[in-house]
C-alpha cells in the first residue's frame, strides 16, 4: 500500500539532502567551479536585467545576492539557481511606473508571502495545467516587449520620457531619431558580434562578461562619448544594504494585490519550468511545493534588501548543470561571487557602457521569443497555434496577466473540444480510466525474456498537459534499463503538443541508455501528434500490439 508522502519528504531542502549524502572536498571543488562559472554569466545579466525594468543595477545585483542564495539554500532543486530574470521585466517595468519603486518592492514582499502559501498547501502541482503554447507564446512576447525596451539604449536615443506600452513607446522612440548616436550603435553591434561569436567558436567561454569587459575597456581606454552606468546612475555601490519593510498599510497592499498576484504566478511558474528543465538535463526530480516555498522566502528576502523580484533562472541553471554542479552549494557559491563583486570591483561597474547592456538583453530577448518552435507549432496545429498567437498578441499589445489568463482558458477550451469531439465518435471508449493508489495513470507490467527483460508501460486515458507530468514522474522513477520499452497507449484516445514532448524526453533518456522504444496500439490521431512532434519512425517502432513488440524487441 502506498502511502502520501510525509511533510519532511516534501519540504527537506534539496542541500540537507545532499549534506546528507556525503559532502566531501571533492564536491566543494565542484560546486566552487560551477558557482564561479554561474556568476561571470549572472553578474551583466543581473545589471542589464534592473536596467530593462526601469530599476537601477545595484537592484537586480540584490535580488541575485540575496534571492539567489535563499532560493539554493531552500528549495527542492539541486541545481536551480535563482535571480532576476528577463521574463519579469515587462511586469515589474510597469510596477515601478503604476505604483513607483517601493510599491513595486510591497508587491514582491506579497507575491513572496503568496508562494510560500501555495508551497505549504501544496498547490504548486496545479501549475502543470499552463498549457505548452501559452508558455511559448507568453515568453516570445515578454522578448518581444525587453527587445522594445532596449531600442533606446542600442541606438543611443535621447527621451524624457519613455512610455511603458509597446506601441506609444515605438512612437516615442521614432520622434527622437534625430538623437541618434553612431557610436552607441557601432558599440552596441561590436559587444554583440563578440557574443555570437564566442557562443560558436568557444561555447563555453562567458561571452556576455567578455562583450561587457570590452565595452567597458573601450569606453576607460578612449573615453568614449556614451552613457553608462555611472553617467546614468552613478555607479553602483560596494556592499549590501541594511534591511528594511517597505511602507505597508491596508489601502496600498489592496492597490498592489494584482501585481503581487502576477508576480507570484509568474515566478511559480518559471522557476518550476527551470527545475524541470534541471531535471531533464540531468535525470534527477525536484520537490515542486519545497521549490515554491524557497521562491517565496526568497522573494521576501530581496524586497527586504530592496532587491528586484525573484525567480528560478533556466539559463543560469542550465550553465549551473553543464559546469558540473553537484549541488545547491554551487548556487550559494554564485550569490557569494557576486557579493564579492560588489564589495571589491565596484567602481569598476561605473565605466559599463549602456549600449554593451543592451545588446546583452537583446540577445536574451531573441533566445525568449524560439523562433522555431514559435513556427513548428504554427505549422502544425491550428487550436494550438490560435492559443499561441492569442497570448503572444496580449502579452505584447495589452497585458501580460491577461495573456496568460486568457491564453490558458483558450487551452481548456480547445481540451474540451477535443475531448467533446472524441465521445462524439466512439461513445463506448472509456474516457476517464481510475487512477492508481498513487495517483498515477500509468500501469507497469513487466516480462522477461531470453537475454534481458521487456518493460512495457500502459497509458490509459487522454494524454494532455494535465497529465503529462503525472506520466514523466512514472517514466522518470525507471531504474536499470531493461532490453527494451513498450509504450502501450491502446487505451489513449488523445494526446497533445505538451505528452509528445514528455515522451520525447523519455526517448532521450532511453536512447542514451541504449535502449530502444517501441510504441504499441497509437491511434492514427495521436501517432501524427507523436510524429509531428519528434517520435519519429527514424527514432522509435510503431507496432500494431504489444505482442508484436515483444517479438521484435527478444528476437
Not at 556614451?226 to 491596508?250: C, K, N, Q, Y
Amino acid at each position: 500500500m502506498n502511502h502520501p508522502p510525509s511533510f519532511a519528504e516534501l519540504f527537506t531542502p534539496k542541500l540537507v539532502t545532499v549534506l546528507r549524502e556525503g559532502y566531501r572536498l571533492k564536491e566543494l571543488k565542484a560546486d566552487a567551479l560551477a558557482g564561479l562559472t554561474v556568476a561571470i554569466v549572472a553578474l551583466p545579466l543581473s545589471m542589464a536585467i534592473a536596467i530593462g525594468s526601469g530599476a537601477k543595477p545595484e537592484q537586480g545585483l540584490y535580488a541575485a545576492v540575496v534571492g539567489g542564495f535563499v532560493i539554493s539554500a531552500l528549495g527542492g532543486s539541486r541545481f536551480q539557481i535563482g535571480g532576476p530574470a528577463g521574463a519579469f521585466i515587462a511586469m515589474v517595468a510597469a510596477t515601478i511606473v503604476k505604483f513607483g519603486f517601493d510599491g513595486f518592492l510591497l508587491a514582491t514582499l506579497m507575491a513572496g508571502v503568496m508562494l510560500v502559501a501555495i508551497g505549504y498547501l501544496r498547490l504548486g502541482t496545479y501549475i502543470k495545467y499552463i498549457p505548452h503554447p501559452v508558455l511559448v507564446g507568453f515568453t516570445a512576447g515578454i522578448g518581444v516587449i525587453i527587445f522594445s525596451g532596449e531600442i533606446r539604449d542600442l541606438f543611443g536615443l535621447t527621451l524624457t520620457h519613455e512610455p511603458s506600452e509597446l506601441l506609444p513607446r515605438l512612437k516615442a522612440l521614432w520622434a527622437a531619431r534625430d538623437t541618434f548616436s553612431g557610436l552607441a550603435l557601432g558599440l552596441s553591434a561590436a559587444c554583440l558580434a563578440i557574443m555570437l561569436v564566442l557562443k560558436k567558436v568557444a561555447p563555453r567561454f562567458p561571452g556576455m562578461l567578455a562583450a561587457v569587459a570590452f565595452g567597458a575597456g573601450a569606453v576607460w581606454l578612449f573615453n568614449l562619448p556614451v552613457e553608462t552606468i555611472g553617467t546614468r546612475f552613478g555607479g553602483i555601490p560596494g556592499s549590501l544594504p541594511m534591511p528594511s519593510l517597505p511602507h505597508i498599510d491596508a489601502a496600498r497592499a489592496l492597490e498592489v494585490f494584482p501585481a503581487a498576484i502576477a508576480i507570484a504566478l509568474l515566478g511559480g511558474m518559471e522557476s518550476l519550468l527551470s527545475a524541470v528543465v534541471a531535471d531533464g538535463m540531468t535525470g534527477r526530480r525536484h520537490r515542486s511545493n519545497c521549490e515554491l516555498v524557497a521562491q517565496g522566502y526568497a522573494n521576501i528576502a530581496s524586497a527586504l534588501f530592496g532587491g528586484l523580484c525573484v525567480t528560478g533562472t533556466i539559463a543560469r541553471t542550465a550553465t549551473n548543470v553543464r559546469a558540473h554542479a553537484h549541488g545547491p552549494v554551487a548556487g550559494m557559491i554564485h550569490a557569494i561571487v557576486l557579493l564579492g563583486f560588489m564589495i571589491v570591483a565596484a567602481p569598476l561597474a561605473s565605466f559599463v557602457p549602456l549600449a554593451a547592456l543592451a545588446a546583452v538583453l537583446a540577445l536574451v530577448a531573441w533566445n525568449m521569443i524560439e523562433p522555431d518552435e514559435l513556427a513548428h507549432i504554427l505549422r502544425h496545429d491550428r487550436g494550438e497555434a490560435g492559443v499561441l498567437l492569442a497570448t503572444f498578441l496580449l502579452t505584447v499589445f495589452y497585458d501580460l496577466t491577461v495573456g496568460i489568463g486568457v491564453g490558458v482558458t483558450l487551452g481548456a477550451i480547445l481540451f474540451m473540444h477535443r475531448m467533446a469531439e472524441l465521445v462524439e465518435v466512439s461513445t463506448r471508449t472509456q474516457i476517464v480510466q481510475e487512477d492508481r493508489a498513487d495517483g498515477t495513470p500509468a500501469e507497469r507490467t513487466t516480462y522477461l525474456g531470453a537475454g534481458g527483460g521487456v518493460m512495457i508501460y500502459r497509458i490509459a486515458g487522454p494524454f494532455f498537459f494535465g497529465a503529462a507530468g503525472s506520466v514523466a514522474a512514472v517514466l522518470d522513477r525507471i531504474g536499470a534499463a531493461p532490453r527494451a520499452f513498450v509504450l502501450d497507449l491502446d487505451a489513449v484516445p488523445l494526446a497533445d503538443a505538451t505528452a509528445a514532448r514528455t515522451l520525447e524526453g523519455f526517448l532521450k533518456k532511453a536512447r542514451s541508455a541504449g535502449t530502444p522504444l517501441y510504441i504499441s496500439g497509437a491511434r492514427p490521431q495521436v501517432r501524427h501528434v507523436l510524429e509531428t512532434n519528434g517520435l519519429t519512425l527514424d527514432r522509435v517502432t510503431y507496432v500494431d500490439s504489444i505482442d508484436e513488440a515483444r517479438r521484435l524487441a527478444l528476437t
